[in-house]
């Protein structure tokens, strides 16, 4: 197949974030509609560029790079683990994205993930980051989506702390009351941290792309 400009744009995309799903990709890949991108994915998928696969029960099929896509691209050749336990929270990052994107005025090329900020650490020890970063308007921003109530209250401030220092905003999204109080209670401490509901950020992206 005659790869395109998106195509290296949309393969970039799924290593840059280790999956994607077809409803995130026909957003951030700029595709006139759903039945487009499914017809250039199944063709990426045909040729081994993607990889596509079915990891829990009710969940659409999530897209990955194949070592064939890996070699066009030139990074790393082992492939990414797809954790099961974080493949909703993942998912929920992508979502996140979306809504970052028109509520910050910043495109795609701006947000660095998880795993790009990791891979900017280099050989030493393996420090927290957040789950995306990017910087809108002279200020930087850490987003963190946390659905674990269960985090120890020791581990959640460490994080909360790190992002202080770092970054001129945190934003916490989450879809956990005892969590969101959790994090509210920071704010006296930590004045840069903002909290959003997760169904706020759902509904919005559901209203502005189903």
């Given at each position: 197949?005659?790869?395109t400009?998106?195509?290296e744009?949309?393969?970039?995309?799924v290593h840059r974030f280790?999956?994607?799903?077809g409803?995130?990709?026909?957003?951030l890949?700029g595709f006139s509609?759903?039945?487009?991108?499914d017809?250039?994915?199944r063709a990426?998928v045909?040729?081994?560029y993607l990889g596509?696969?079915k990891?829990l029960y009710?969940?659409?099929?999530l897209?990955t790079?194949?070592?064939?896509g890996?070699i066009l691209?030139?990074?790393?050749?082992?492939?990414d683990?797809?954790?099961l336990?974080?493949v909703?929270?993942?998912?929920?990052?992508l979502d996140v994205?979306?809504?970052c994107i028109?509520?910050y005025?910043?495109?795609i090329?701006?947000?660095?993930s998880?795993?790009?900020?990791?891979?900017?650490?280099g050989?030493?020890?393996?420090?927290h980051?957040p789950?995306?970063?990017?910087?809108?308007?002279?200020?930087?921003?850490?987003?963190?989506i946390?659905?674990n109530?269960?985090?120890?209250?020791?581990r959640?401030?460490k994080?909360?702390r790190?992002?202080?220092m770092?970054?001129?905003k945190?934003?916490?999204?989450?879809?956990?009351n005892k969590?969101?109080?959790i994090?509210?209670?920071?704010t006296s401490?930590?004045s840069?941290?903002e909290?959003?509901?997760l169904?706020?950020v759902?509904?919005?992206?559901?209203?502005?792309?189903?």
């Amino acid at each position: 197949m005659n790869l395109t400009d998106r195509d290296e744009f949309l393969l970039r995309l799924v290593h840059r974030f280790k999956f994607c799903l077809g409803r995130h990709i026909r957003v951030l890949a700029g595709f006139s509609g759903q039945r487009a991108t499914d017809r250039r994915l199944r063709a990426l998928v045909d040729a081994g560029y993607l990889g596509r696969k079915k990891y829990l029960y009710g969940v659409p099929y999530l897209y990955t790079l194949t070592h064939k896509g890996r070699i066009l691209l030139g990074v790393n050749k082992r492939e990414d683990k797809i954790r099961l336990e974080r493949v909703t929270h993942d998912i929920y990052v992508l979502d996140v994205v979306i809504y970052c994107i028109e509520k910050y005025n910043v495109s795609i090329n701006d947000i660095e993930s998880e795993k790009e900020l990791h891979i900017k650490d280099g050989f030493g020890g393996r420090k927290h980051q957040p789950d995306f970063a990017f910087a809108s308007q002279e200020r930087t921003y850490a987003i963190e989506i946390e659905l674990n109530a269960n985090k120890i209250n020791e581990r959640l401030e460490k994080n909360i702390r790190d992002n202080y220092m770092n970054y001129d905003k945190q934003i916490w999204i989450t879809n956990n009351n005892k969590t969101f109080a959790i994090i509210k209670g920071f704010t006296s401490e930590y004045s840069n941290i903002e909290i959003i509901k997760l169904e706020e950020v759902l509904s919005h992206v559901r209203e502005r792309y189903s």
